[in-house]
């Protein structure tokens, strides 16, 4: 329930969310790296294809987010990646919608944001062994806050949504595991055969 869909979420929180998104994103195009665009178009159409393979999970469902992924590899420009790839997932296949975009856009792209902002610093310098633990930070990171952020955004909107906030978080604890997972085995094998896709120090440490 990353996605959430039009007509869910109360005014404020909707303005809120559009808002600080615009921000983000008016930053991150400042700090764009055009050099990186390539390997954004590559993960944001990762992204939009992983989650369009949902996995029920009681009275929600799941899908890998790869935002912590996303964040340590591109850091800023992870945001207008992610943004295209919701825009376009809302016009096609109608996840989320276009009034909660803002929304939508803040609980995946801030995560991410954050995992960089933790994470990456060490992974510049990290040695293997040491590769495969930080994405897995950044994968379980990812996720459990992104499930933070919906389980806010609706039980910020009313108090009957409550209990689906609380589910949400709940749910998304299992995906972190699997997210943790694939995030650190992806991290090891580009460490291994394509360390110019890393950040920092660690391209000359390969």
């Known amino acids: 329930m990353a996605h959430i869909p039009d007509g869910v979420l109360s005014a404020p929180v909707l303005l809120t969310g559009a808002a600080a998104s615009a921000g983000l994103l008016a930053i991150a195009l400042r700090r ?119 389980a806010l955004s609706l039980g910020l909107s009313g108090e009957p949504f409550l209990p689906a906030a609380k589910a949400v978080v709940i749910i998304y604890v299992p995906l972190a595991l699997v997210e943790a997972l694939v995030t650190g085995t992806v991290l090891g094998f580009l460490h291994r055969v394509a360390p110019e896709m890393l950040p920092g120090p660690i391209r000359s440490a390969a």
């Open 32 to 150: 764009l790296d055009w050099e990186g665009l390539p390997q954004a178009a590559v993960l944001a159409a990762a992204f939009f294809v992983s989650s369009l393979i949902s996995i029920p999970l009681g009275p929600s469902s799941a899908h890998l987010l790869l935002n912590g992924l996303m964040g340590l590899l591109l850091g800023w420009t992870a945001v207008p990646a992610l943004f295209v790839a919701l825009v376009l997932q809302a016009a096609f296949f109608g996840y989320g919608g276009v009034v909660v975009l803002g929304v939508n856009t803040l609980n995946i792209a801030l995560p991410a944001l954050l995992c960089a902002a933790a994470l990456r610093p060490l992974l510049s310098r990290a040695r293997p062994r040491a590769v495969l633990g930080i994405g897995a930070a950044a994968g379980a990171a990812g996720v459990l806050l992104t499930a933070l952020m919906v």
